[in-house]
């Protein structure tokens, strides 16, 4: 199975950042959550050195062309994930390009020169400044890079405190998921089935092929059945919530999945909710043609 998504969100960011997006394009930003699931390393930490000597280097696997990436030096104040016992660790960004000149003002009687909008750009990193980084290894080089839609957070202030302590209960399902799935509260074991169904359903940053690889029996069956417990109306910018996981899930007819239709309000009554008819077609898939059906992951393929 070939992966172009990646590839294209990939380039796209780097397209971002060398030149700027083309007028009225805006890519989306992940949710810390989201970033912290697809990224290797997740870090609280100070830039402490920006290196004088740019990298020419791919932007992502299979780039034909290379870009000049500054380096910073980051010391780890706090590792979140990936990271293990590294005290430093080096993060490629490529620095937006200079502010155009001004442009004369037009005379009187022409016509104004459209106003080009500037390009949205992953922050350049500055020495002294603390960041929550989120970040893949570079395929070449020895630096991690930051992807695009990936961008850091502060890690100064009240908000910045509540971000690290969401993102540590996050990344602790990833640690574990087995305990996250024993919980002995329903909300517990729903959230983690969720946030699992995000890591495993997640591609790669930086695009390339990937293959599709089932969890264990037990634990899939585990995920599944706390998913479908769980609460799909409640959504939490935190984390993961059941319906976005159960889109993640990619069902199709194959998998002996028919989607739901929307029911239509009766007279002055008002509509139904969607997600709720979608989690109940679930739970009835899950007792019947589901009941088999294995949670798969989605990995860069081997070469």
Same mark, same amino acid.
């Given at each position: 199975?070939?992966?172009?998504?990646?590839?294209?969100?990939?380039?796209?960011?780097?397209?971002?950042?060398?030149?700027?997006?083309?007028?009225?394009?805006? /890519?989306?930003?992940? #949710?810390?959550? %989201?970033?912290?699931?697809?990224?290797?390393?997740?870090?609280?930490?100070?830039?402490?050195?920006?290196?004088?000597?740019?990298?020419?280097?791919?932007?992502?696997?299979?780039?034909?062309?290379?870009?000049?990436?500054?380096?910073? &030096?980051?010391?780890? %104040? #706090?590792?979140?994930?990936?990271?293990?016992?590294?005290?430093?660790? @080096?993060?490629?960004?490529?620095?937006?390009?200079?502010?155009?000149?001004?442009?004369?003002?037009?005379?009187?009687?022409?016509?104004?020169?459209? /106003?080009?909008?500037?390009?949205?750009?992953?922050?350049?990193?500055?020495?002294? +400044? +603390?960041?929550?980084?989120?970040?893949?290894?570079?395929?070449? !080089?020895?630096?991690?890079?930051?992807?695009?839609? #990936?961008?850091?957070?502060?890690?100064?202030?009240? %908000?910045?405190?509540?971000? /690290?302590?969401?993102?540590?209960?996050?990344?602790?399902?990833?640690?574990?998921?087995?305990?996250?799935?024993?919980?002995?509260?329903?909300?517990?074991?729903?959230?983690?089935?969720?946030?699992?169904?995000? @890591?495993?359903? !997640?591609?790669?940053?930086?695009?390339?092929?990937?293959?599709?690889?089932?969890?264990?029996?037990? +634990? #899939?069956?585990?995920?599944?059945?706390?998913?479908?417990?769980?609460?799909?109306?409640?959504?939490?910018?935190?984390?993961?919530?059941?319906?976005?996981?159960?889109?993640?899930?990619?069902? !199709?007819?194959?998998?002996?999945?028919?989607?739901?239709?929307? &029911?239509?309000?009766?007279?002055?009554?008002?509509?139904?909710?969607?997600?709720?008819? &979608?989690?109940?077609?679930?739970?009835?898939?899950?007792?019947?043609?589901?009941?088999?059906?294995?949670?798969?992951? /989605?990995?860069?393929?081997?070469?």
């Amino acid at each position: 199975m070939r992966r172009f998504l990646g590839v294209v969100f990939a380039a796209g960011a780097v397209v971002a950042l060398a030149t700027g997006p083309a007028p009225g394009l805006m /890519i989306a930003m992940k #949710s810390p959550a %989201e970033r912290a699931l697809s990224a290797d390393v997740v870090v609280v930490g100070k830039v402490t050195a920006i290196e004088q000597d740019a990298v020419e280097a791919v932007p992502f696997p299979g780039a034909p062309n290379k870009v000049r990436f500054k380096v910073a &030096v980051v010391k780890v %104040e #706090s590792s979140l994930a990936g990271a293990g016992t590294l005290t430093h660790i @080096k993060v490629g960004f490529v620095p937006p390009p200079p502010p155009a000149p001004p442009q004369p003002a037009p005379q009187p009687g022409l016509v104004r020169p459209p /106003i080009r909008r500037p390009g949205v750009f992953l922050p350049e990193l500055k020495e002294g +400044e +603390e960041y929550i980084l989120f970040l893949v290894k570079h395929p070449e !080089t020895g630096f991690y890079v930051m992807p695009g839609r #990936s961008p850091p957070l502060t890690a100064k202030g009240d %908000e910045a405190k509540k971000e /690290i302590e969401g993102l540590k209960k996050v990344l602790g399902v990833v640690a574990d998921p087995a305990k996250a799935l024993a919980a002995e509260k329903l909300d517990d074991r729903a959230f983690g089935a969720a946030v699992l169904i995000s @890591k495993y359903r !997640t591609y790669p940053d930086l695009g390339g092929e990937v293959e599709q690889v089932p969890v264990p029996v037990e +634990e #899939s069956r585990l995920i599944l059945k706390a998913l479908a417990a769980g609460d799909w109306t409640r959504f939490d910018r935190t984390a993961p919530n059941g319906m976005q996981a159960f889109y993640q899930l990619g069902l !199709t007819e194959q998998d002996g999945w028919v989607a739901p239709k929307p &029911v239509p309000a009766q007279p002055g009554q008002p509509p139904a909710n969607f997600n709720l008819v &979608v989690k109940e077609a679930f739970v009835k898939w899950l007792d019947g043609p589901g009941k088999d059906y294995r949670v798969k992951r /989605i990995v860069p393929k081997k070469q």
